[in-house]
C-alpha cells in the first residue's frame, strides 16, 4: 500500500452555487392522492391494474407523506442522458421512490425540474432503478439499446421503457437488490429462512440471476475464479456469502464482497461463450457425488421455468432424453439438451400456466390482454413460501413438467430443461486477506464504491470502508487492446464519506473531523471552504460566531472578509461567494478550523450523497441537505488548453504539482472573474518556472481588472435573457465601455503590450526593467521550460488556425515571446514579431537566465532552432517543395492535424496522406505520458475511413467528415487556409457519390443528397399536420365533396404532372358513386304516370349498373393515396343507387316495387366500395391488428364493404398484421364475402413465401387439399373458388410438386352426385388453371421433378378435349361415383376447361419463346376446324401464343394481323361461300383483340407510343364499325364487338398506365355515357377499370411487366366479364382487383429541398443497350413516370436550373427503389441565380443574368434589385439589401458599395454564394494595407495563400478558368494592388528593412507592422544572418546564385535585390522592369 502522493495542506477552495435540497419527488408525492387512489384500485379489474400511470385526474384526500414512508424513501440522481430540450443545457434526472410511487423527474438550474414520468404499482416499491436494455436488431448485428426504469415489487418487475412499451416480470424468488449493467438487470436471490431446508447439503442453489430483456428467462450468473488452477473452471455463482457490492456499464465491471473472507473483489461481466456454456451444461449432466445436490438444481431450473418464463406444450427443438420408468432418478445419469443461445428458447404462451405475454409491438390497445399481476401468475403462491412450496407441495399447480407427488419421490416423467446462462463473471482482481488484520470482528464491507480519474487521466476504483472509515483506491489501467483491465497499487485515505466528481476527475472526501477535502485521485487538492454553513453550524449563540470566522485562517481577498463576516453575521440562506479579485492578492497558508471543541454540540456535516458532474449533497447531522457545486479546473478555453498542454508534455508527478496548484490558487474563497482568469494563470505559470512577476513590467500590471458592467454580469446569470434596442445604448454609455474604449486605443498606439493604459511612465519603473531579473532554479518547473515553451507554441500555432481564438493567440504570444527572449531563441522572436508588431514592440525586458542554470535544463530532442510555423508549412506545400513532418500535440492541436494532412490530401496529391503516410507530414510529441497518445491511436482506428477511389477532392471531403469537421467549422479557419477545402467541396458539389453519407452531403452544401436520407413521402394524413413536407388540404367546393373517397390525391404533383388542364377533376367527377345520378326520361304525352314512374325507374336501373362497377375503377384511381389516423375508422364513401329527376330534382328509387329489381344486386358492387376504400392505404401507414378490427362495422348491411376492406389490406400488405385468433374470429361467422376477401387477402399479404399457417387456412377450404378420409365441409362455391386463387398466390412461382398435381386435376373436376360441383364450374376450372400457372410460373421446362405428370400434355388435351384420364390417388374416392345431373360421359368438357388450361399453359410458358408450345395454341388453318372452337377460346389462345412468344411481339398493325390465319386474310368475298359470314367476323374480331391484349401486356406501363398509335388505330376502327350498328358490317350484333373493344381499350390503359393520356381519357369518358342496350354490368366494370388504370394511384404509380405482375394482370382483366352485378359464373368478381400486385411506384417527383415544394426538374434518363436498340438517352421534365428500371442505365437531374445528381442504376438501383417507394420523393437543390421552372418557364429571366456576364460592363449592368430573381438565399439578399445600396455620400463610399456589389454578383455567377466572405476578407486586408494601418501581419499571410494557390491553379489547368473558385479578375486587381503597396513602401522605407537585415534588435517604431507585412507577403526567411551574409553580394547573378539557401520565390528575390546588392542606380530599372512588376 502507498501512501498519499502529493499533498496541497495548507490551501482552501470555496465551494459555489448552495442551495438547500429536497428531493422533487418528495413535494410532488405530498399531492399525488395514494391511499385513495389505492382505495379505487381495489375495485379495478385485476387486467388494468399494471397499466396505470400516475392517475392525476383522481381527486379526493390529499395525504402528506408519513413518517413511515419517509424512512421507505429513497432516491438517485444522475446527469442527464435523454433526448436534450435544448441543445447544451445540463439538467439532471430523479428518481424517487416513496411508497407505491416511483417519481422520475428533469431539471436544470436555469429550467427548473418537472415530472418526466410517474408510476404507481401496487404494492411497495422495494427498488427503483435506471436501466439500459440491449435489443438485438436484425441486420449488420447492432444493438439498439433501449432506456427503461425498473421498479422492483414483492413479486415481480414493472419496467417501462421510454417509449412508452410496459413490461411485467413475474419473479421465480424473491429479490434482495436489482443492479443494473451493461447487458441488462442482475438479480441477487433473497436468502430466507427456509433456504436451509431447501438448499441440500452439496449443491446449493444459484445466487445470482441475470435478465438480459424484459420478455428473456431470467437466467443463473456462472462465475469464472482467475487462480492459477481455476482458469478452466466455470460454476453457478451460487455463494451467498459474496455480496454485490457495486456494478458499472462503461467498463462493464461488478464489486463483489465475500463477507467469509471479509475481501473485496472485482469481476469483468460479458456474456457467456459457447465453451463456457456447455462446460457448465456438461457439469450438470454427469452423476454428482452427491446426487442431492443435481435433484435441487434440476428443481431450481424447472421451477424457473413455470414461474418465470413461458413454456411450449410443442417443446423445444433440442432433443429431450427420458430415463427409464422405474429408475430412480438419484442413481440414472440425466441427459440435458442444450441450447446454444437465448435465441432459440421459444416463447410462446403455454395454455396450462398463466404467464405473461409481452411484446414490445403489442399496441395500448391489447394491453388488456397482455398484463396479468403475479397473484394471477402464480395463484395460491406468495413471497417465500410460493417459492419454497412449489418444490415440496404434493400439488403441482400451474406446472407442466411432471413434479413429485411427494417430498421424498424421485423425478421419474420429464427431465427438467436446464436454463441456459447468459452471463459470465471473470475475475480480475481480489484483496489481499493480510490487510485485514484490523479487526475480524468488524465487518470490512463497502457502503460505498466508485470509479474516479484524477487530473492526469490515471483512473481509480474506489471503495469506502465506513467501519474502518477507510477510503480505498486501487489504480487500473486497459491493456493495449481495451479488453482488460489491470489493477495495480491500493492507496488509503482516511475518510468517513466520499464521493466522486466526474466533470473535474476529482471527489470530494468527508474527513472523520468534519471537513470536505477535494482529492484528485489519490492526491490532496484542498479543504473545501463551504460560505454560510458555518453560521449554521455554530449558530447556538451568536457571540460565539467571531471565533470562527476564518478572516485570519482562509486566505480570502481584503476586500470579500468583510461581507463573509456580515454573511455569517445574519446566517442567511447559504448562497455562492462571487466576490471579484481585488489587486495584489497574496495567498496565506493555513489551516482551516483547527479546534473542533464545539462540533459535537453543533450541526455537521454526517454524509455525502448524489453526485452528478461537479455537484454533490451534503447530509447535515439535523437532515437538512445542502447541494454545493465544486468550482472547475477553467472557464476559459484558452487557460484550458494551456493546461491540456502542460498536462500532456510534463511528467505525471510534475503535472500533477503543477494542475494541483493552478487549481487551489484559482477556487481561492473570493473567487476570479473570466477576465482575469488569464492573467491569474500568467501570473501562476511564471512563478512555478521561476519568474519574479513583480520585477517584469508586463506582469506587474496584469492585476489591472477591467470591472464588469451589470449589463454583462445580468447576462451572465442569465444566458436566455432576451436583448433590446436600451441594453445597447446602456452598454455605450457606461463605464466598461468608456475604459475599454481607451484600453483599446492605448494597444492600438503600440506603445506597450498589455493594458496600456495602466503603466505610469514613471522613471522608476525604466529603472527597475533596465535591470534584468534572474530566474529562480529551484522552481518546479523551472527544468521543463524549453519543453512547456515549445507546447505552447504549438498551441499558438493551433490557435491561428481559428478566427474565433485569434484574440487568444495575442494572449497568449505575450508569453511565447517572454520564453523565447530568456531562452534566447531569436527566431521565435521575430516570428511572434512577425505575428504581431505592434504588440511585440512593447516587450523589450528579458530575464538573464545564468549559462550554468541553462545546464539544468532538460532541452528536449523536438525543440529546434528554426521555429514551426503552419502558414509557412502551408505555403511550402502550395509553392510545391518538399515539406518536413509538422510536429503537432495530439488531442490538443486537433484542427492542425486536419489541415496539414488535407493539404497533403488535396495539395500534394498523396491519396495515403490520412491512412499510410501520417507520418510524412505529421511527427507526433513524445510526451510526459502516454494515455493521451493510446486514446488517439485508439480513436484514429475507429474513425478510419474507407479507401474512397474517387479523386482527391471526393477523398478528401469524406475523410475531413469522418474526423467530424463541418461547415462550421470551415467557417471559422481563415480564409487562405481554408480556400483548398472550399475548392474541394466546389468541385464535389457537382456530382457527389450517391453513397455519401449525410454529414458529407452538408459539408458540400448538397442539402438535396442528405435530405433523401430521411423517408419523406407525399401521401397524405390527417395525423401528418407536423409533416415537414406543407401540404395544403384540397380546396372543396362542397361540403360533402369530402365524402366521394377521392380527396386524397396529392394535388401538388397532379397539379405540375396536369398543369394545362383539368383531367384529374374529370375523372373524379366520373369516378364518385356518392351522389345520386340525374335521370333524365321526357314524358311523351301518351305515356301514363304510372308509366313514366317505371321508365325512370328503369333508367336508373340501367344507370345503376355504370354506378356499381365505379368502385373497381375508383380503387385503382386513390392506389395507396392516405395514411390513416390509428385512432379513427377509415372513411368509405356511400354507393348511391338513386337517382334525381330534373327539372323538380325528384327522388327516384329503385325500392318502390314498381319494376323487378334482382335479388342481392348491390352485394358485390359494395364488397368493390369497400377494397377501393380499403385501397387508398399505403403500404408504409401505421396499421395494426386491432386498428383492423376496430374498423369492423357492428351493421350487417355493412359487412360486405367490411369484406372488401380486408382483402384491400391484404393487397397492400397490412393484413399480415392481423392476428390468428382475430381470423379465426372473421372465419367462425360463416359470411361468404368476408371469407373470400380474408382469404384472398391473407393469400396476396403473403405471395410467394409458401406460409405454413397460410396454406393451412387455405387448404380448408379446398376439400381436393384435405385428406380423403376427412369430414366433407360444405364450403360455398365461390369460396373455393378464392382459396384455389389463394393457394396460387401464396405458392406463386416456387413449382411446388404437390400442389401443382393437385391443381392440375382440379381444372378438370367432373360434377359430382348430389349437384356437387355443378354450378359455376367454370370460374373454378379457370382459378384452378391461373393458380397452376401462378405456382409454376415462367418455370417451362424446367419443371423439376414434375415430367411424369405431363403437365403440358394434360393441359393441352383439356384444350382440345377428348377422353378423360381416369383419376388416381386421393381423387379416385372422391369422384367415383359420376354426376346425376350432367351427362359428360368419358369425355373432357373443353367449354369447361379450356380457359384454364390455355392460360395456364401461357403462364408455365411465359416469355420463354418455346416454339412447339406456342404452335399448340395457333388457330386452325381450314375453316372446318375454325368452326369448332368458340371465338372468345381463339382469343385466349391468341393472347397466350403471343405472351409465350414475348420477344416476338412487336408494337405495329402488321403484327397485329398477321396473327389472324391465312385463310382468312383478305377480304370476306374470297372466302368458301358456305362460311358464315358472322363467324367469320367473330374469329377475326376475337383474334385481333387477343393480340392487342398481348400487346398491351408486352408494353404494360411503358407508354410506349408506337404500341400506344397501333392500339388506338383498332379502338377507332372498333368505334367506327359500331357506329355502323345495323349494317352489313356489323352483323355478329353489339356483343362481340363491345367485348373486343373493351379490352382493346383495357390495352390501351395498360400501355398508357399512370400517364393520364388524353385520347384515351376521351375514350373511356365517351363509353362512360353510354349506358342503354349491350351496355350491361361487366362492359362498364372494364370501362372503368381502364379509366382507373390510366391515373393509377392519381398518376404515382404504373404497370410492371415481370412475370408476377403479367400473372396478376391476367388473372384481373380475364376477358369475359360478369354479365350483372352477381354474376360469378366464369370469373369470380374478387379477382379484379388483383391488378394492384402488378403496379408500382414510378413517379420521380422533384422537391426543392428549401422550400421543400413539389417543383419541375430536368431529368436525362439513359436506357441500356437491348437487341432492339442501342444505348440512348432521353430528356423527360419531371415530375414523371420513369421507365421500367432494368431497362435503364442512370437517371440524372441535369443542369443548369438545379445542381447535377446523377443515380447509376448499375450499382444503386436498390436506393432509386427505395426513393420511389417513397412516393419518388427525390431532393433538387436550385442553383444560385436560377429561378424554378414554374416562375421563370422559359428561362429567360436566367438568360438575362448569362447575358450580361458576356459584357464587359455586367456589373454595371447588374441591377440590385433584380438579385431576388437570382437566388432565394436569405444571407445574399440580406448582404444585398445593407451593404450594396447607394446612399448620398463620400466618394468613396460608393467605390465601396460598387465593389461589393461586384462580388456579390460574382458569387450569384459563378454558383458559389460561399465565397462571399472570402472575397470582403480579401477586400478587407487589401483596404487596411493601402490605407497604411495594418494591426497584425495575419491578414498578409491569407492573402498570400491565396495568391499562391491561385498561382498553381493557373499552372497545373490554364485553360478551365471555369474550375477555380476565384475565377475572375478580383483576384489579379487586388493582388497588384498589394504589390503597389508594397512596392511603393519598399521604394520610400528601403532603409528600414536594410536595418532589419543587419541589426541584431526588432525594428522598433510606427512603420514596423508595414515591415512586418511586407517581409511576410514577400516570403523573406526569418534567417536574418542568412541575409547578412548576401549583403556583400556585388552583381544579380552572385545574389540569383546564392539564392537558393534563402527559398525565397524568384519574384520576391528580384524585388530585394535593389536592397540587397545596395546599389542607387538599379532600383529604378529593376523596378520599372516589365518582368519585376508581375
Known amino acids: 500500500m502507498s501512501d498519499v502522493v502529493y499533498e496541497e495542506t495548507a490551501t482552501m477552495i470555496a465551494a459555489g452555487e448552495l442551495q438547500s435540497f429536497v428531493p422533487f419527488g418528495r413535494d410532488h408525492c405530498k399531492n399525488h392522492p395514494n391511499a385513495f387512489n389505492l382505495q379505487l384500485r381495489e375495485l379495478q379489474p385485476a387486467s388494468e391494474l399494471w397499466t396505470s400511470d400516475c392517475a392525476a385526474g383522481l381527486a379526493g384526500s390529499l395525504q402528506e407523506v408519513s413518517l413511515q414512508e419517509r424512512e421507505r424513501e429513497s432516491w438517485q440522481l444522475r446527469k442527464g442522458c435523454m433526448e436534450v430540450p435544448e441543445q447544451g443545457v445540463e439538467f439532471e434526472e430523479e428518481l ?49 439499446v433501449e432506456h427503461t426504469v425498473c421498479i422492483v415489487q414483492n413479486g415481480c418487475i414493472n419496467i417501462h421503457t421510454v417509449t412508452g412499451k410496459d413490461f411485467l416480470s413475474p419473479l421465480p424468488f424473491q429479490v434482495s437488490k436489482a443492479w443494473p449493467t451493461k447487458f441488462g438487470l442482475v438479480l441477487e436471490r433473497k436468502i430466507t429462512a427456509a433456504d436451509g431446508q431447501l438448499n441440500p447439503p452439496g449443491e446449493p442453489l444459484p445466487y445470482l440471476f441475470s435478465m438480459l430483456h424484459p420478455i428473456d428467462e431470467v437466467a443463473p450468473v456462472v462465475y469464472k475464479p482467475s487462480g492459477p488452477f481455476d482458469s478452466s473452471r466455470v460454476e453457478y455463482m451460487t455463494e451467498s456469502s459474496t455480496k454485490i457490492v457495486f456494478t458499472c456499464c462503461q467498463p462493464s465491471i461488478i464489486v463483489t464482497y465475500d463477507s467469509e473472507h471479509g475481501t473485496h473483489s472485482v469481476w469483468r461481466l460479458r456474456k457467456v461463450t459457447s465453451e463456457e456454456r456447455s462446460t457448465v451444461l456438461s457439469c450438470l449432466a454427469e452423476p454428482f457425488a452427491e446426487p442431492l445436490g443435481f435433484q435441487a438444481t434440476g428443481l431450481l431450473m424447472s421451477h424457473l421455468r413455470n414461474h418465470s418464463r413461458l413454456d411450449t406444450l410443442c417443446g423445444s427443438k433440442a432433443a429431450r432424453f427420458n430415463p427409464g420408468a422405474g429408475a430412480s432418478g438419484a442413481n440414472s445419469p440425466h441427459h440435458y439438451s442444450t441450447v446454444h443461445s437465448h435465441q432459440n428458447r421459444i416463447l410462446m404462451s403455454s395454455p396450462v400456466m398463466h404467464s405473461r405475454v409481452h411484446s414490445p409491438g403489442i399496441s395500448k390497445m391489447a394491453a388488456v390482454s397482455r398484463d396479468h399481476s403475479p397473484g394471477m401468475a402464480m395463484p395460491s403462491l406468495s413471497g417465500a413460501a410460493r417459492f419454497n412450496t412449489t418444490l415440496h407441495s404434493s400439488s403441482p399447480v400451474g406446472h407442466h413438467h411432471g413434479m413429485a407427488h411427494s417430498p421424498n419421490s424421485t423425478i421419474n416423467e420429464t427431465v427438467p430443461e436446464p436454463i441456459i446462462p447468459d452471463l459470465c463473471m471473470e475475475q480480475l482482481w481480489s484483496e489481499t486477506t493480510a490487510c485485514h488484520s484490523l479487526d475480524r470482528e468488524m465487518s470490512s464491507q463497502a457502503s460505498k464504491v466508485f470509479l474516479t480519474s484524477d487530473l492526469c487521466e490515471n483512473r481509480y476504483l474506489c471503495f469506502l470502508v465506513e467501519s474502518h472509515q477507510q477510503l480505498r483506491c486501487v489504480k487500473f489501467v486497459e491493456s493495449n487492446d481495451t479488453s482488460q483491465l489491470i489493477f495495480a497499487s491500493v492507496t488509503n485515505i482516511t475518510a468517513k464519506d466520499a464521493e466522486p466528481l466526474q466533470n473535474i476527475d476529482a471527489m470530494l472526501v468527508l474527513e472523520a473531523c468534519g471537513s470536505l477535502i477535494l482529492y484528485t485521485g489519490v492526491t490532496r487538492v484542498s479543504q473545501v471552504f463551504v460560505p454560510g454553513l458555518l453560521p449554521s453550524t455554530f449558530g447556538l449563540n451568536n457571540n460565539r460566531v467571531g471565533l470562527y470566522t476564518p478572516q485570519e485562517q482562509v486566505s480570502t481577498p481584503a476586500n470579500a472578509s468583510s461581507r463573509h463576516l456580515q454573511r455569517m453575521d445574519e446566517a442567511a440562506m447559504p448562497s455562492p461567494v462571487s466576490d471579484p479579485r481585488g489587486p495584489n492578492v497574496k495567498h496565506h497558508e493555513a489551516s482551516f478550523l483547527e479546534d473542533y471543541t464545539y462540533q459535537q454540540a453543533l450541526r455537521y456535516i454526517h454524509a455525502l450523497r448524489d453526485p452528478v458532474s461537479n455537484r454533490v449533497t451534503l447530509e447535515l447531522s439535523n437532515g437538512t441537505m445542502l447541494r454545493i457545486s465544486i468550482p472547475d479546473i477553467a472557464v476559459s478555453e484558452l487557460v484550458r488548453k494551456c493546461l491540456q498542454a502542460i498536462r500532456f508534455i510534463l511528467p505525471k508527478e510534475a503535472a500533477m504539482k503543477v494542475l494541483v496548484k493552478w487549481y487551489t490558487i484559482y477556487n481561492a474563497p473570493g473567487g476570479t472573474s473570466p477576465h482575469s482568469e488569464w492573467n491569474l494563470f500568467v501570473t501562476c505559470f511564471l512563478k512555478l518556472m521561476g519568474y519574479n512577476t513583480e520585477r517584469l513590467t508586463w506582469t506587474r500590471n496584469l492585476n489591472f481588472e477591467v470591472p464588469l458592467s451589470p449589463v454583462i454580469a445580468a447576462k451572465k446569470a442569465r444566458p436566455c435573457d432576451g436583448g433590446c434596442d436600451e441594453d445597447w445604448e446602456y452598454l455605450l454609455g457606461s463605464h466598461y465601455h468608456r475604459q475599454m474604449d481607451s484600453h483599446s486605443h492605448a494597444k492600438s498606439a503600440g506603445s506597450s503590450g498589455f493594458n496600456a493604459s495602466v503603466i505610469p511612465d514613471d522613471e522608476d519603473l525604466s529603472s527597475v526593467s533596465s535591470s534584468s531579473c534572474v530566474l529562480d532554479n529551484t522552481a518546479p518547473l523551472f527544468v521543463h521550460i524549453p519543453a512547456l515553451f515549445y507546447v505552447l507554441h504549438l498551441l499558438y500555432q493551433e490557435l491561428l488556425l481559428n478566427e474565433l481564438h485569434r484574440e487568444r493567440a495575442s494572449s497568449l504570444v505575450c508569453l511565447l515571446q517572454q520564453l523565447a527572449r530568456d531562452l534566447q531563441l531569436e527566431d521565435y522572436v521575430d516570428l511572434y514579431w512577425r505575428d504581431y508588431p505592434s504588440l511585440i514592440n512593447g516587450f523589450t525586458e528579458s530575464c538573464f537566465i545564468d549559462q550554468s542554470l541553462i545546464g539544468q535544463m532538460q532541452h528536449p530532442s523536438f525543440l529546434r532552432a528554426e521555429p514551426p510555423c503552419i502558414f509557412s508549412w502551408l505555403s511550402s506545400c502550395l509553392q510545391g517543395e518538399a515539406v518536413p513532418p509538422f510536429p503537432y500535440l495530439p488531442g490538443v492541436c486537433h484542427r492542425l492535424r486536419l489541415l496539414v494532412l488535407s493539404y497533403a490530401l488535396y495539395i500534394s496529391g498523396d491519396d495515403k496522406a490520412t491512412t499510410s503516410n501520417v507520418s510524412e507530414y505529421l511527427v507526433k510529441l513524445s510526451a510526459g505520458q502516454k494515455t493521451s497518445e493510446q486514446q488517439y491511436k485508439r480513436q484514429t482506428s475507429v474513425n478510419q475511413v474507407k479507401s474512397c477511389s474517387g479523386s482527391l477532392a471526393e477523398q478528401l471531403v469524406v475523410w475531413l467528415t469522418s474526423q467530424g469537421f463541418t461547415l462550421k467549422d470551415l467557417e471559422s479557419v481563415p480564409f487562405g487556409v481554408a480556400l483548398p477545402i472550399r475548392d474541394a467541396i466546389y468541385h464535389c458539389r457537382e456530382q457527389p457519390c450517391a453513397d455519401w453519407s449525410e454529414e458529407v452531403c452538408l459539408l458540400i452544401g448538397r442539402q438535396d443528397r442528405t435530405r433523401q436520407a430521411h423517408n419523406m413521402t407525399l401521401v397524405k394524413s390527417k395525423a401528418s399536420v407536423t409533416s415537414s413536407l406543407s401540404l395544403e388540404p384540397p380546396a372543396t367546393t362542397e361540403a360533402d365533396e369530402e365524402e366521394d373517397g377521392m380527396s386524397d390525391i396529392i394535388q401538388e404533383v397532379t397539379g405540375l404532372i396536369w398543369s394545362q388542364d383539368l383531367r384529374v377533376q374529370e375523372v373524379r367527377r366520373l369516378l364518385q358513386s356518392s351522389k345520386p345520378v340525374r335521370v333524365c326520361v321526357v314524358q311523351l304525352p301518351e305515356v301514363s304516370d304510372h308509366e313514366y314512374i317505371e321508365e325512370k325507374e328503369n333508367k336508373l336501373l340501367q344507370l345503376c349498373q355504370r354506378t356499381m362497377s365505379l368502385p373497381v375503377g375508383r380503387g385503382l384511381f386513390t392506389l395507396f393515396s392516405y395514411q390513416p389516423v390509428p385512432t379513427e375508422l377509415l372513411p368509405i364513401p356511400k354507393l348511391n343507387l338513386t337517382g334525381r329527376a330534373p327539372p323538380r330534382n325528384t327522388m327516384v328509387n329503385l325500392n318502390s316495387g314498381n319494376i323487378d329489381v334482382p335479388a342481392n344486386m348491390p352485394s358485390w358492387p359494395s364488397f368493390h366500395n369497400g377494397v377501393a376504400a380499403g385501397l387508398k392505404i399505403a403500404p408504409a401507414s401505421q396499421v395494426d391488428s386491432a386498428w383492423i378490427v376496430y374498423n369492423k362495422n357492428k351493421n350487417q348491411e355493412m359487412a360486405n364493404e367490411h369484406a372488401g376492406f380486408l382483402m384491400a389490406l391484404g393487397l397492400n400488405g397490412h393484413l399480415t398484421k392481423l392476428g390468428t385468433l382475430n381470423i379465426h374470429d372473421y372465419l367462425t361467422k360463416g359470411h361468404e364475402m368476408t371469407t373470400i376477401g380474408l382469404l384472398l387477402g391473407v393469400a396476396a399479404a403473403r405471395l410467394g413465401t409458401m406460409d405454413v399457417s397460410t396454406t393451412r387456412l387455405l387448404s380448408i377450404h ?146 420463354t419463346n418455346n416454339r412447339s408450345i406456342a404452335d399448340w395454341l395457333k388457330p386452325p388453318d381450314t375453316w372446318f376446324l375454325l368452326d369448332f372452337i368458340k371465338p372468345e377460346f381463339l382469343l385466349l389462345r391468341t393472347l397466350a401464343r403471343c405472351i409465350i412468344m414475348w420477344d416476338e411481339i412487336l408494337p405495329n398493325t402488321e403484327w397485329v394481323k398477321s396473327n389472324v390465319p391465312q385463310i382468312m386474310r383478305g377480304s370476306h368475298s374470297d372466302s368458301p361461300e358456305n362460311i358464315n359470314m358472322e363467324t367469320w367476323i367473330q374469329v377475326q374480331d376475337y383474334i385481333t383483340a387477343g393480340a392487342c391484349m398481348a400487346l398491351g401486356l408486352r408494353f404494360a406501363g411503358s407508354a410506349n407510343s408506337d404500341a400506344f398509335d397501333c392500339l388506338y388505330g383498332f379502338a377507332k376502327n372498333f368505334m367506327n364499325l359500331m357506329s355502323f350498328y345495323g349494317t352489313a358490317a356489323a352483323e355478329p350484333g353489339c356483343y362481340n364487338m363491345q367485348t373486343a373493344l373493351s379490352m382493346i381499350l383495357l390495352s390501351m390503359s395498360m400501355v398508357m398506365a399512370g400517364t393520364g393520356n388524353l385520347k384515351v381519357l376521351q375514350l373511356c369518358r365517351f363509353l362512360h355515357y353510354r349506358t342503354g342496350g349491350e351496355m350491361n354490368y361487366g362492359f362498364h366494370m372494364a370501362h372503368h377499370m381502364a379509366l382507373g388504370m390510366l391515373f393509377l394511384g392519381g398518376g404515382r404509380f404504373s404497370l410492371s411487366t415481370s412475370n408476377s405482375a403479367i400473372a396478376a394482370l391476367l388473372c384481373a382483366l380475364y376477358p369475359h366479364f360478369p354479365s350483372h352485378s352477381t354474376d360469378n359464373r366464369y370469373h369470380l368478381q374478387a379477382l379484379r382487383h388483383l391488378i394492384v400486385l402488378a403496379a408500382e411506384s414510378r413517379l420521380l417527383v422533384p422537391v426543392d429541398v428549401d422550400s421543400l415544394n413539389p417543383c419541375y ?86 438568360l438575362l443574368g448569362s447575358a450580361v456576364t458576356q459584357r464587359s460592363s455586367g456589373v454595371r449592368a447588374f441591377k440590385l434589385e433584380a438579385i431576388s430573381t437570382f437566388t432565394s438565399e436569405p444571407a445574399l439578399l440580406s448582404f444585398a439589401e445593407f451593404f450594396c445600396k447607394t446612399s448620398g455620400g463620400a466618394k468613396h463610399r460608393e467605390e465601396t458599395v460598387e465593389l461589393f456589389s461586384a462580388m456579390l454578383y460574382e ?114 526567411p526569418c534567417l536574418r544572418n542568412k541575409l547578412t551574409q548576401l549583403q556583400g553580394c556585388t552583381s544579380l547573378g552572385h545574389l540569383l546564385s546564392s539564392s537558393s539557401r534563402l527559398g525565397m520565390p524568384l519574384r520576391d528575390l528580384l524585388r530585394l535585390a535593389p536592397v540587397l546588392l545596395e546599389s542607387e542606380t538599379r532600383p529604378q530599372m529593376l523596378l520599372g522592369s516589365p518582368l519585376l512588376a508581375r
Not at 1700 to 1720: A, P, T
Not at 1857 to 1880: T, Y
Open 1803 to 1916: 458569387c450569384v455567377t459563378q454558383e458559389c454564394p460561399e465565397m462571399l466572405p472570402t472575397y470582403v476578407a480579401i477586400e478587407q486586408a487589401v483596404g487596411a494595407l493601402c490605407r497604411g494601418e495594418p494591426q497584425h501581419s495575419f491578414a498578409l499571410w491569407q492573402m498570400r495563400l491565396v495568391v499562391e494557390l491561385w498561382d498553381s491553379r493557373v499552372l497545373q489547368r490554364p485553360a478551365h478558368g471555369r474550375d477555380a473558385l476565384l475565377s475572375s479578375e478580383f483576384l489579379p486587381v487586388m493582388k497588384n494592388k498589394v504589390d503597389v503597396v508594397l512596392d511603393s513602401w519598399l521604394k520610400d522605407n528601403s532603409s528600414a528593412l536594410r536595418s532589419y537585415i543587419g541589426r541584431k534588435a526588432l525594428p522598433d517604431g510606427p512603420g514596423s507592422p508595414m515591415l512586418a507585412c511586407f517581409l511576410v507577403y514577400r516570403s523573406v
Open 96 to 144: 424517487y421512490s416513496a411508497g407505491n410511487v416511483v417519481v422520475w423527474t428533469k431539471g436544470s438550474r436555469a429550467h427548473g425540474s418537472n415530472v418526466y414520468k410517474a408510476f404507481t404499482v401496487d404494492s411497495p416499491v422495494e427498488q427503483a432503478l435506471w436501466c439500459d436494455f440491449a435489443v438485438p436488431q436484425s441486420k449488420k448485428d447492432e444493438e439498439q
Open 1657 to 1742: 426538374a430536368l431529368l436525362e434518363v439513359t436506357y441500356k443497350k437491348t437487341d432492339w436498340y442501342d444505348e440512348t438517352t432521353v430528356e423527360l421534365m419531371a415530375p414523371t413516370m420513369l421507365p421500367e428500371l432494368h431497362l435503364l442505365k442512370r437517371v440524372r437531374v441535369k443542369g443548369p436550373r438545379y445542381w447535377e445528381l446523377s443515380i447509376d442504376l448499375i450499382k444503386e438501383v436498390q436506393h432509386l427503389k427505395s426513393v420511389l417507394s417513397r412516393d419518388g420523393v427525390l431532393y433538387v437543390k436550385l442553383r444560385a441565380g436560377q429561378l424554378p421552372y414554374k416562375d421563370d418557364p422559359q428561362g429567360w429571366k436566367s
Open 1262 to 1407: 379446398i376439400p381436393a387439399l384435405l385428406p380423403p378420409t376427412s369430414t366433407e365441409l360444405d364450403v360455398p362455391h365461390n369460396i373455393q373458388v378464392a382459396s384455389v386463387i389463394g393457394i396460387g398466390l401464396v405458392y406463386q412461382g416456387t413449382g411446388h410438386r404437390h400442389i401443382a398435381e393437385v391443381l392440375q386435376s382440379e381444372i378438370g373436376r367432373p360434377p359430382g352426385p348430389e349437384m356437387e360441383y355443378c354450378t359455376d364450374r367454370e370460374s373454378y376450372s379457370l382459378a384452378a388453371g391461373l393458380a397452376l400457372g401462378m405456382v409454376c410460373l415462367g418455370q417451362g421446362s424446367n419443371l423439376i421433378g414434375m415430367s411424369d405428370l405431363n403437365v403440358p400434355e394434360q393441359l393441352y388435351q383439356y384444350m382440345v378435349g377428348g377422353h378423360r384420364r381416369a383419376p388416381v390417388g386421393a381423387s379416385r374416392e372422391r369422384h367415383k361415383s359420376p354426376s346425376y345431373q350432367i351427362k359428360e360421359g368419358d369425355t373432357i368438357n373443353v367449354d369447361v376447361t379450356c380457359p384454364g388450361a390455355t392460360l395456364a399453359l401461357a403462364m408455365i410458358y411465359l416469355k
